[in-house]
Nanobody, 124 residues
Framework: VQLQASGGGLVQAGGSLRLSCAASGLTLSSSVMGWFRQAPGQEREFVAAVNWNGGRTYYADSVNGRFTISRDNAKNTVYLQMGSLKPEDTAVYYC??????????????????WGQGTQVTVSS
C-alpha cells in the first residue's frame, strides 16, 4: 500500500495550494481519508478528514473555513484545497487512510496507512 502526497510548495500568505494524495495497492472507496500536518518541533496534528463517499467532512478549528477536503474514488485520490494560507500553516502535510472508523476520529493511531508527506511553506 502506498499513499503518494504531492502539491506542496512555497506560497505567500493569503495564497492557495491544492494537495493531492494518490493511493496504490488500496482501494480508497471504503476508507476514511485524512490529512495531518507536522511543523518543526511540534506534534503531528489532525487537519481534515472525509468519509468514504465524500459526503461528510471534519476539520480542525484552525483550518475550518479555509481548507476543503474532497475525494475522487474513481481516481483513488484525495485532495486538500487550502486557501487564505497563513505562515502558521507551514508544515509537512501527510495524507492517511483509516480502514475502520469514522471521519470524526482525529487521533494519529486511528489511521492505518500514511503517505510520505509534502512540504508546505507559507511566507509572510
Amino acid at each position: 500500500v502506498q499513499l503518494q502526497a504531492s502539491g506542496g510548495g512555497l506560497v505567500q500568505a493569503g495564497g492557495s495550494l491544492r494537495l493531492s494524495c494518490a493511493a496504490s495497492g488500496l482501494t480508497l472507496s471504503s476508507s476514511v481519508m485524512g490529512w495531518f500536518r507536522q511543523a518543526p518541533g511540534q506534534e503531528r496534528e489532525f487537519v481534515a478528514a472525509v468519509n468514504w463517499n465524500g459526503g461528510r467532512t471534519y476539520y480542525a478549528d484552525s483550518v475550518n473555513g479555509r481548507f476543503t477536503i474532497s475525494r475522487d474514488n474513481a481516481k483513488n485520490t484525495v485532495y486538500l484545497q487550502m486557501g487564505s494560507l497563513k505562515p502558521e500553516d507551514t508544515a509537512v502535510y501527510y495524507c492517511a487512510a483509516m480502514l475502520s472508523g469514522t471521519h470524526t476520529n482525529t487521533a494519529r493511531g486511528d489511521y492505518d496507512y500514511w503517505g510520505q508527506g509534502t512540504q508546505v511553506t507559507v511566507s509572510s
